[in-house]
């Protein structure tokens, strides 16, 4: 258990359809990260928030967002889903802004139908 | 941008028998380098990590890892595996040049992933 947590662990919804996922970081920890694991994509990096601002961007297409919460929690928004967005949702968490060693949430399957 | 290599997409070994799963990067400068060990449904757990140093990393289960710069690679293995290593295990680089530069961690950079499979 790396202590990080996120719900739900599994989502089924529609195309056209909004959700958001949960993450709560390890204790102590106020970077968060959030990947998107597909077949055809692998694990890829979304985006990183530290101590409630944007930090860095990856590969996170215009109709998902994110924040972080003053409690340090996040959440990732994923709007006007289509069949491709079904992926595995990993958040992440670390120290500080320039910590690699980041620790990964059991992740929420999110099926898009 | 660094990119990351795993060129094994599955690998069988016999239970007991030794293990190297392969990994080379693409990096300018001397990258920040991971494992990650995925069982099925679970999350990612971290095995090592290479930041500076000593270019022998050991890690958890009894794993270990051995940076090579002139080879650009960063080779994990086992001496003796378990039933319990099957797994999906996950080469990752860090890139510290957007640390230096201030632009933060920046997210890491995965392979595809090496399937291992463990023989009775």
């Known amino acids: 258990d790396s202590g990080v947590t996120q719900t739900p662990k599994h989502l089924i919804t529609a195309t056209g359809q909004r959700v958001t996922l949960r993450c709560s970081p390890r204790?102590?920890?106020?970077?968060v990260y959030w990947y998107q694991q597909s077949l055809d994509q692998g694990l890829q990096f979304l985006i990183q928030?530290?101590?409630?601002?944007?930090?860095a961007k990856g590969n996170i297409l215009e109709r998902f967002s994110a924040q972080q919460f003053p409690d340090l929690h996040s959440e990732l928004n994923l709007s006007s889903l289509e069949l491709g967005d079904s992926a595995l949702y990993f958040c992440a968490s670390s120290v500080g802004p320039e910590s690699y060693e980041q620790y990964f949430g059991p992740g929420t399957r999110l099926t898009v139908t | 941008a660094q990119s990351v290599t795993q060129p094994d997409i599955h690998i069988t070994v016999s239970e007991g028998a030794s293990l190297e799963l392969r990994c080379n990067y693409s990096?300018?400068?001397?990258?920040?380098l991971f494992w990650y060990v995925q069982s099925p449904g679970q999350g990612l757990q971290l095995l090592l990590k290479y930041f500076s140093g000593d270019t022998l990393v050991q890690g958890i289960k009894g794993f270990e890892a051995e940076f090579k710069r002139s080879q650009s690679s960063f080779n994990l293995r086992k001496p003796s595996v378990h039933w319990s290593d099957a797994a999906e295990y996950f080469c990752?680089?860090?890139?510290?040049?957007?640390?230096?530069?201030?632009?933060?961690?920046?997210?890491?950079?995965f392979g595809k992933g090496t399937h291992l499979i463990i023989q009775p």
């Open positions: 204790s102590g920890d106020l970077s």
């Open positions: 990752a680089v860090g890139a510290p040049e957007s640390r230096i530069s201030g632009g933060g961690a920046d997210g890491l950079t």
């Open positions: 928030y530290y101590n409630g601002e944007e930090r």
């Open positions: 990096y300018g400068a001397t990258p920040y």
